[in-house]
């Protein structure tokens, strides 16, 4: 139908763009359904003007400039992310959805100050209340952005957990968006083995076995046991090659 609608000549292009989902996994009733659907509309519609990539990259280094080491984290949840939506059979649009949400789950960490941020040890309840706040944030800017809209929800619920305890909304199951269970156990892992301030980074092993210790708490069981099978296939190829 796009291809049927899309039309060049000398001097002119018309493009087409839509907004699709599926039902009843994505939507619970005809109000969110159209909801959804205009927000994959917008987003595909500045995808092809290149205004979504701009505007990514003007937050990535926003976020990049207060924290730095967020740079090489968020693009290694992004990848990591991508690997395992792929492998649980998620359609393109989804797949691009779900990168741009990974790189920018944390944008909200930009009204989060930076000595709590940086803070050597654990947080007390005050500072903790702060970045609660964080997923919060990051969905106001997102939905400030017609190319980025379709990824707010995603970034809000971020950081929920599958037993319902997470923030800031207390969802949990199948009620969270799979992207948004996807980057949650991506997260968790590239952050498990990464220097912290306050920690040195897991072994590969302590950290996988960290997340199938949390499944079905914490994580998504499903998500996790596909992203340790993946970790142990990519750690095995380099060991072979």
């Given at each position: 139908a796009c291809a049927a609608l899309t039309e060049r000549g000398e001097g002119f292009e018309i493009e087409t763009s839509f907004g699709a989902i599926m039902l009843p996994d994505d939507a619970a009733d005809a109000s969110q359904a159209l909801q959804i659907a205009d927000e994959r509309l917008y987003a595909q519609k500045y995808s092809h003007r290149g205004e979504s990539d701009r505007t990514m990259a003007a937050l990535l280094e926003a976020l990049s400039a207060g924290e730095p080491e967020l740079q090489d984290q968020v693009a290694g949840v992004g990848a990591l992310a991508g690997d395992v939506g792929r492998m649980l059979g998620l359609r393109r649009d989804e797949l691009e959805e779900l990168d741009r949400a990974a790189q920018l789950h944390d944008?909200?960490?930009?009204?989060?100050?930076?000595?709590?941020?940086?803070?050597?040890?654990?947080?007390?309840?005050?500072?903790?209340?702060?970045?609660?706040?964080?997923?919060?944030?990051?969905?106001r800017i997102l939905r400030a952005s017609p190319a980025l809209r379709s990824v707010a929800t995603v970034v809000r619920a971020s950081h929920e957990d599958w037993d319902g305890t997470g923030y800031p909304d207390g969802i949990a199951g199948e009620e969270?968006?799979?992207?948004?269970?996807?980057?949650?156990?991506?997260?968790a892992f590239v952050a498990m083995t990464s220097r912290r301030p306050y920690r040195e980074p897991m072994e590969l092993e302590e950290a996988l076995n960290e997340l199938m210790r949390c499944a079905?708490?914490?994580?998504d069981p499903t998500v996790v046991r596909v992203?340790?099978?993946?970790?142990?296939d990519e750690h095995e190829a380099e060991r072979a090659a």
């Open positions: 944008l909200g960490k930009l009204a989060v100050p930076d000595e709590i941020l940086s803070k050597p040890g654990p947080l007390d309840e005050r500072e903790w209340a702060f970045v609660r706040q964080h997923t919060i944030v990051g969905e969270i968006p799979l992207a948004s269970r996807i980057i949650r156990v991506c997260n079905g708490t914490d994580f992203l340790v099978a993946h970790v142990r």
